[in-house]
């Protein structure tokens, strides 16, 4: 079984400040993907990583696959009350994949 | 179109009874994952079918749970003879081509009394 650990389960942070979260695992990954879930809601895909050592940018959101697309980090820019909620890294193949536990993200304003 | 649909949103039954939880697809998915979600354990895999089909479901419970996708109508994951340590909230998700690009509902949250 591929695992996903992500750090650190929980942030408290203030509006305006910077932050990465990190997603390892010991395995390769063909693909890495991050969510985004608030509270009473499913989980909504932000962006796919496929190619190891790829950046993708969302507006204040910076996805990276590691070299060896064993983990992957996001990092937010000047966060916003609205970026609050829960964050999920997810890997694996075309039938099944595994979701890390998460990162519970609080943005104070 | 209205996106992956899940009903009910929220069902409350007593120890011995049945759960019945329905996903309706977006349309042109023929992908179905169903994923439990507990607060200290994340996303856990249940299982994935595709129309009449069942392709893994190594994530299911041995006794009890079951699942479906029938030629018409929803997918559905049913529990029976629930117990506590059954509640817990149950999303669907499904996909077009595969697991990498997944759209979820907004899951149903499971109480047992």
């Known amino acids: 079984t591929q695992l996903l650990e992500q750090s650190p389960q929980f942030l408290s942070i203030q509006e305006g400040e910077n932050l990465t979260v990190y997603c390892n695992s010991s395995?390769?990954?063909?693909?890495l993907q991050w969510y985004r879930q608030e509270p009473g809601e499913g989980p909504v895909l932000l962006v796919t990583v496929v190619t190891g050592g790829e950046v993708k940018k969302l507006k204040r959101l910076t996805f990276q696959f590691g070299d060896a697309r064993k983990d992957s980090s996001l990092h937010i820019t000047a966060a916003q009350p609205g970026d609050t909620g829960l964050y999920l890294c997810a890997g694996g193949g075309y039938q099944k994949v595994t979701f890390g536990i998460g990162t519970k993200l609080q943005v104070i304003p | 179109n209205a996106g992956v649909m899940q009903n009910p949103r929220h069902l409350v039954r007593r120890r011995g009874q049945e759960a019945r939880l329905r996903c309706s697809p977006m349309?042109?998915?023929?992908?179905v994952y169903w994923y439990r979600q507990l607060p200290e354990e994340g996303l856990k895999f249940m299982v994935y079918?595709?129309?009449?089909?069942?392709?893994?479901e190594s994530g299911m419970p041995k006794e009890r749970f079951s699942a479906e996708f029938p030629k018409e109508g929803p997918s559905i994951l049913r529990i029976q003879q629930v117990v506590r340590g059954d509640s817990a909230a149950y999303f669907c998700a499904t996909s077009q081509t595969g697991a990498n690009v997944l759209t979820f509902g907004a899951g149903s949250r499971l109480t047992v009394l």
């Open positions: 079918l595709q129309k009449e089909n069942i392709i893994d």
């Open positions: 395995s390769v990954f063909s693909s």
């Open positions: 349309k042109g998915h023929s992908h």
